[in-house]
T-cell receptor, first 113, second 116 residues
Framework: DSGVTQTPKHLITATGQRVTLRCSPR?????VYWYQQSLDQGLQFLIQ???????AKGNILERFSAQQFPDLHSELNLSSLELGDSALYFC????????????FGSGTQLSVL | AQTVTQSQPEMSVQEAETVTLSCTYD???????LFWYKQPPSRQMILVIR????KQQNATENRFSVNFQKAAKSFSLKISDSQLGDAAMYFC?????????????WGAGTKLIIKP
């Protein structure tokens, strides 16, 4: 167990809908990262937060947004969902912003029908 | 832009034997980190081993070791005494050590099958 908790484990929704994925980092970790794993594009970095502030941005669509709360948990919001958004969404945490060692959650499998 | 290439979509090995997974990368940077992650059927991404580019010595973690060839931009993973629990997808990843963006850049993965 990595200590990173992601909920829900599975999510099935319809096109056009909005969902929220939640991540609780390991105790003491200040940095949270979101990654998307899909069959056609592999693993892609979406966004990083450090101690409540956005630190780095990757290939995140404008329909997607994230935030990190004062208790350090993070949420990834996906809106106007499309079939192509179906993927495994990972959250990872690290003690600081350098991300030298990431601890991954078990992911949220999103299926858009 | 940096890229990571894993040319072996799938590898198989007999239990207790040794297997090597290949990874090459492209970068113009001199300071970076390389990683091997394992993703078993449970889906969780687990760090197997990490290598700092400035270190000449190859990293080792129990049965797992790497062959880091900086000039050739090669970073292979050797698994000795393969066990059934080693069956998983293995991903090679790169991370810059400079700048403010420390995102991981991933290879496409290699599926490792362990034959009993």
């Amino acid at each position: 167990d990595s200590g990173v908790t992601q909920t829900p484990k599975h999510l099935i929704t319809a096109t056009g809908q909005r969902v929220t994925l939640r991540c609780s980092p390991r105790s003491g970790d200040l940095s949270v990262y979101w990654y998307q794993q899909s069959l056609d594009q592999g693993l892609q970095f979406l966004i990083q937060y450090y101690n409540g502030e956005e630190r780095a941005k990757g290939n995140i669509l404008e329909r997607f947004s994230a935030q990190q709360f004062p208790d350090l948990h993070s949420e990834l919001n996906l809106s106007s969902l499309e079939l192509g958004d179906s993927a495994l969404y990972f959250c990872a945490s690290s003690p600081h912003h350098l991300g030298e060692k990431l601890f991954f959650g078990s992911g949220t499998q999103l299926s858009v029908l | 832009a940096q890229t990571v290439t894993q040319s072996q979509p799938e590898m198989s090995v007999q239990e207790a034997e040794t297997v090597t997974l290949s990874c090459t990368y492209d970068t113009s940077e001199s300071d970076y980190y390389l990683f091997w992650y394992k993703q078993p059927p449970s889906r969780q991404m687990i760090l197997v081993i990490r290598q700092e580019a400035y270190k000449q010595q190859n990293a080792t973690e129990n049965r797992f070791s790497v062959n880091f060839q900086k000039a050739a931009k090669s970073f292979s993973l050797k698994i000795s005494d393969s066990q059934l629990g080693d069956a998983a997808m293995y991903f090679c990843a790169y991370r810059s050590a400079k700048g403010s963006n420390y995102q991981l850049i991933w290879g496409a993965g290699t599926k490792l099958i362990i034959k009993p």
